[in-house]
Protein backbone atom coordinates (compact mmCIF):
# COMPACT_ATOMS: atom_id res chain seq x y z
CA UNK A 1 0.00 0.00 0.00
CA UNK A 2 2.75 2.62 1.01
CA UNK A 3 5.00 1.05 -2.15
CA UNK A 4 1.97 2.28 -4.72
CA UNK A 5 1.29 5.16 -2.74
CA UNK A 6 5.35 6.82 -3.91
CA UNK A 7 3.76 6.47 -7.84
CA UNK A 8 3.07 9.92 -7.69
CA UNK A 9 3.88 12.92 -6.43
CA UNK A 10 0.55 14.10 -5.10
CA UNK A 11 -0.11 10.53 -3.42
CA UNK A 12 3.18 10.73 -1.52
CA UNK A 13 3.11 14.37 -0.71
CA UNK A 14 0.15 13.69 0.85
CA UNK A 15 0.71 10.39 2.52
CA UNK A 16 3.78 11.79 3.98
CA UNK A 17 2.30 15.21 5.90
CA UNK A 18 -0.30 12.96 6.73
CA UNK A 19 2.55 10.19 8.38
CA UNK A 20 4.28 13.37 9.17
CA UNK A 21 1.22 14.71 11.63
CA UNK A 22 0.87 11.21 13.21
CA UNK A 23 4.02 10.75 14.24
CA UNK A 24 5.29 14.41 15.28
CA UNK A 25 1.43 14.34 17.25
CA UNK A 26 2.32 11.18 19.02
CA UNK A 27 5.44 12.23 19.84
CA UNK A 28 4.48 15.76 21.36
CA UNK A 29 1.38 13.81 22.64
CA UNK A 30 3.21 12.02 24.91
CA UNK A 31 6.72 13.15 24.84
CA UNK A 32 7.46 9.60 23.42
CA UNK A 33 10.33 8.29 20.96
CA UNK A 34 13.74 8.33 19.75
CA UNK A 35 15.87 11.45 20.02
CA UNK A 36 15.71 13.34 16.29
CA UNK A 37 19.64 13.78 16.75
CA UNK A 38 19.60 16.67 13.90
CA UNK A 39 23.48 16.88 13.16
CA UNK A 40 26.43 16.49 11.07
CA UNK A 41 27.12 13.29 12.74
CA UNK A 42 23.66 12.27 11.98
CA UNK A 43 23.41 12.92 8.66
CA UNK A 44 27.33 11.05 8.49
CA UNK A 45 25.85 8.23 9.85
CA UNK A 46 22.95 8.16 7.87
CA UNK A 47 25.06 8.00 5.31
CA UNK A 48 26.74 5.06 6.32
CA UNK A 49 23.63 3.46 7.16
CA UNK A 50 22.44 3.58 3.52
CA UNK A 51 25.74 1.92 1.94
CA UNK A 52 24.94 -1.28 5.02
CA UNK A 53 21.12 -1.73 3.89
CA UNK A 54 21.97 -0.86 -0.29
CA UNK A 55 25.23 -3.82 0.91
CA UNK A 56 21.98 -5.63 2.62
CA UNK A 57 19.95 -5.45 -0.63
CA UNK A 58 22.44 -6.55 -3.29
CA UNK A 59 22.99 -9.34 -0.92
CA UNK A 60 19.34 -9.86 -1.10
CA UNK A 61 18.62 -9.76 -4.68
CA UNK A 62 21.58 -11.87 -4.97
CA UNK A 63 20.38 -14.34 -2.72
CA UNK A 64 16.75 -14.48 -4.18
CA UNK A 65 18.21 -15.05 -7.77
CA UNK A 66 20.17 -17.90 -6.36
CA UNK A 67 17.12 -19.45 -4.60
CA UNK A 68 14.08 -18.16 -7.37
CA UNK A 69 16.08 -17.92 -10.99
CA UNK A 70 13.82 -16.34 -13.32
CA UNK A 71 10.34 -16.55 -11.42
CA UNK A 72 12.22 -13.63 -8.96
CA UNK A 73 13.86 -11.99 -11.71
CA UNK A 74 10.81 -11.47 -13.68
CA UNK A 75 8.78 -10.08 -10.41
CA UNK A 76 11.49 -7.58 -9.65
CA UNK A 77 10.63 -6.46 -13.41
CA UNK A 78 6.93 -6.60 -12.36
CA UNK A 79 7.76 -4.47 -9.17
CA UNK A 80 9.77 -2.42 -11.31
CA UNK A 81 6.84 -2.06 -13.83
CA UNK A 82 4.86 -0.88 -11.22
CA UNK A 83 7.18 2.52 -11.23
CA UNK A 84 7.35 2.78 -14.64
CA UNK A 85 5.71 6.22 -15.37
CA UNK A 86 6.84 7.54 -12.15
CA UNK A 87 8.23 11.27 -12.46
CA UNK A 88 11.06 12.61 -10.63
CA UNK A 89 9.14 15.00 -8.79
CA UNK A 90 7.41 11.80 -7.71
CA UNK A 91 10.50 9.92 -6.67
CA UNK A 92 11.56 12.93 -4.60
CA UNK A 93 8.08 13.06 -2.66
CA UNK A 94 8.22 9.64 -2.66
CA UNK A 95 11.64 8.85 -0.85
CA UNK A 96 11.01 12.22 1.51
CA UNK A 97 7.47 10.27 2.27
CA UNK A 98 9.84 7.03 3.38
CA UNK A 99 12.56 9.29 5.11
CA UNK A 100 10.42 11.30 7.34
CA UNK A 101 6.97 10.10 7.45
CA UNK A 102 7.55 6.80 7.52
CA UNK A 103 9.94 6.89 10.13
CA UNK A 104 8.24 8.82 12.38
CA UNK A 105 5.89 6.21 12.31
CA UNK A 106 7.30 3.03 12.49
CA UNK A 107 10.83 4.47 14.41
CA UNK A 108 9.95 7.27 15.87
CA UNK A 109 7.29 6.76 18.82
CA UNK A 110 9.31 4.48 21.28
CA UNK A 111 12.58 2.68 21.63
CA UNK A 112 11.15 -0.40 22.93
CA UNK A 113 11.80 -3.98 21.67
CA UNK A 114 8.24 -4.72 21.02
CA UNK A 115 7.55 -1.37 19.58
CA UNK A 116 10.35 -1.56 16.96
CA UNK A 117 9.86 -4.91 16.20
CA UNK A 118 6.31 -4.68 15.45
CA UNK A 119 7.00 -1.13 13.49
CA UNK A 120 9.19 -3.40 11.19
CA UNK A 121 6.52 -5.82 10.70
CA UNK A 122 3.55 -3.59 9.94
CA UNK A 123 6.43 -1.52 7.74
CA UNK A 124 6.69 -4.45 6.07
CA UNK A 125 2.98 -5.38 5.58
CA UNK A 126 2.69 -1.93 4.57
CA UNK A 127 4.96 -2.20 1.55
CA UNK A 128 3.13 -5.08 -0.01
CA UNK A 129 2.31 -4.75 -3.45
CA UNK A 130 0.61 -8.21 -4.54
CA UNK A 131 0.72 -11.77 -3.62
CA UNK A 132 2.77 -12.73 -6.41
CA UNK A 133 5.46 -9.93 -4.99
CA UNK A 134 5.79 -11.72 -1.58
CA UNK A 135 9.15 -11.82 -1.48
CA UNK A 136 9.37 -8.00 -1.76
CA UNK A 137 7.52 -7.79 1.44
CA UNK A 138 9.59 -9.86 3.10
CA UNK A 139 12.38 -7.65 1.82
CA UNK A 140 10.72 -4.80 3.32
CA UNK A 141 10.00 -6.41 7.02
CA UNK A 142 13.81 -7.15 6.64
CA UNK A 143 14.66 -3.33 6.18
CA UNK A 144 11.91 -2.34 8.73
CA UNK A 145 14.49 -4.71 10.98
CA UNK A 146 17.61 -3.12 10.08
CA UNK A 147 16.66 0.46 10.90
CA UNK A 148 15.23 -0.54 13.61
CA UNK A 149 18.10 -2.17 14.96
CA UNK A 150 19.58 1.12 14.02
CA UNK A 151 17.56 3.18 15.82
CA UNK A 152 17.75 1.25 18.60
CA UNK A 153 21.61 1.64 18.69
CA UNK A 154 21.92 5.01 18.05
CA UNK A 155 19.09 6.57 19.59
CA UNK A 156 18.89 9.03 16.75
CA UNK A 157 15.77 8.88 14.47
CA UNK A 158 17.92 11.29 11.86
CA UNK A 159 20.08 8.81 11.08
CA UNK A 160 17.38 6.43 9.46
CA UNK A 161 15.95 9.32 8.24
CA UNK A 162 18.82 9.84 6.32
CA UNK A 163 19.19 6.69 5.20
CA UNK A 164 15.61 5.79 4.49
CA UNK A 165 15.53 8.87 2.15
CA UNK A 166 18.72 7.70 0.13
CA UNK A 167 17.79 4.08 -0.32
CA UNK A 168 14.27 4.97 -1.38
CA UNK A 169 16.02 7.62 -4.03
CA UNK A 170 18.25 4.70 -4.95
CA UNK A 171 16.17 1.88 -5.44
CA UNK A 172 13.29 4.36 -7.54
CA UNK A 173 16.41 5.31 -9.72
CA UNK A 174 17.50 1.83 -10.41
CA UNK A 175 13.48 0.65 -10.61
CA UNK A 176 13.49 3.62 -13.53
CA UNK A 177 16.75 2.43 -14.85
CA UNK A 178 15.28 -0.97 -15.51
CA UNK A 179 12.21 0.33 -17.05
CA UNK A 180 14.15 1.88 -19.46
CA UNK A 181 16.29 -1.19 -20.52
CA UNK A 182 13.51 -3.33 -19.93
CA UNK A 183 10.34 -3.23 -22.33
CA UNK A 184 6.53 -4.04 -21.08
CA UNK A 185 6.87 -6.94 -23.35
CA UNK A 186 9.85 -8.84 -21.68
CA UNK A 187 7.69 -9.14 -18.88
CA UNK A 188 6.61 -12.56 -19.80
Not at 51 to 74: E, K, N, P, Q
Request: aromatic share 12%; glycine share 10%.
Amino acid sequence: MFFLLKRTWPAALGAMILLTAIGLGVRLAFEAGPELGVSIRALALGIAVFGIVLASDVSLHGLFCLLFGTRYRRRHRELAAVFRDQRLSAILAGSLMAGVGEELVFRGLSESHVYLVGGALAFGVLHHVRRDLWPFTVWAVWQGLLFASVVYLTEMLAVTMVAHFLHDLAGFLIFRYVNTRMPIEAKG
